[in-house]
């Protein structure tokens, strides 16, 4: 079992930036591959990137969005530049044992509560 809490999230204007971070416990994150997720009112929840070994973004994001890991820290980060309106939605972290790469949100056995991001226009 890993427990996952994410954080960083807030209120901010559009061309500006945050870091979302998600901390782990209860489990050696280093074995898990960890994803970010976003789902904004009336909208499924949708890919944003993941990291195992290597890293894989959701087009709408690359270029502006990078996600890294401190296993030392037990975290992984979501730096968000250039932010967009569109960028608005709650963010959500997930993990899943194993180092193999997943964009899609059924194959993460676990999941943080989520934090709000809005980006003002």
């Known amino acids: 079992q890993v427990q996952l809490v994410e954080s960083g999230g807030g209120l901010v204007q559009a061309g500006g930036s945050l870091r979302l971070s998600c901390t782990a416990s209860g489990r050696t994150f280093s074995d898990y591959a960890v994803g970010w997720f976003r789902q904004a009112p009336g909208n499924e929840r949708e890919f944003v990137a993941a990291i195992s070994w290597s890293t894989i973004y959701a087009d709408s994001v690359r270029g502006r969005f990078t996600i890294s890991r401190d296993n030392a820290r037990n975290t992984v980060y979501l730096q968000m530049n250039s932010l967009k309106p569109e960028d608005t939605a709650v963010y959500y972290c997930?993990?899943?044992?194993?180092?193999?790469?997943?964009?899609?949100?059924?194959?993460?056995?676990?999941w943080g509560q989520g934090t709000q991001v809005t980006v003002s226009s």
């Open positions: 997930a993990a899943d044992i194993g180092m193999r790469l997943r964009s899609n949100a059924y194959e993460y056995d676990y």
